[in-house]
């Protein structure tokens, strides 16, 4: 079992930056993704990004070019770079992380993310 918490999130302009952590209570090198998905207020949850243990990095079209994931195995953290956000991106941000394919990943609590115009 490994906690998540995450932190980082606020209120921000359109088109500034914020900056989303995730702390592990655990090691996460062995992880074999580690993910943030967010849910705006009446929507489902959905994915926004992820980096694998062999370091690919993937992300949702949505945020493609604008956000920038990063997972650091030594100090068990993984982080979210939000540059130009738009009012579209308000939404709470989780954190999850997965052991192994076709396990129940671990979920954060999440962080509450609020873009104005």
């Known amino acids: 079992q490994v906690a998540l918490a995450e932190s980082g999130g606020g209120s921000v302009q359109s088109g500034g930056s914020l900056r989303l952590s995730c702390v592990a209570s655990?090691?996460?090198?062995?992880?074999?993704?580690m993910r943030w998905y967010r849910q705006a207020p009446g929507k489902s949850r959905e994915w926004v990004a992820a980096?694998?243990?062999?370091?690919?990095?993937t992300y949702a079209n949505s945020v493609k070019g604008r956000f920038i994931m990063s997972r650091d195995n030594t100090e068990n953290v993984v982080t979210l770079q939000m540059n130009n956000v738009e009012p579209e991106d308000t939404a709470i941000y989780y954190c999850?992380?997965?052991?192994?394919?076709?396990?129940?990943?671990?979920w954060g609590q999440g962080t509450q993310v609020t873009v104005s115009t």
């Open positions: 999850n992380g997965q052991l192994t394919p076709g396990t129940d990943p671990f």
């Open positions: 655990g090691d996460i090198s062995r992880m074999y993704a």
């Open positions: 980096v694998r243990v062999n370091g690919v990095t």
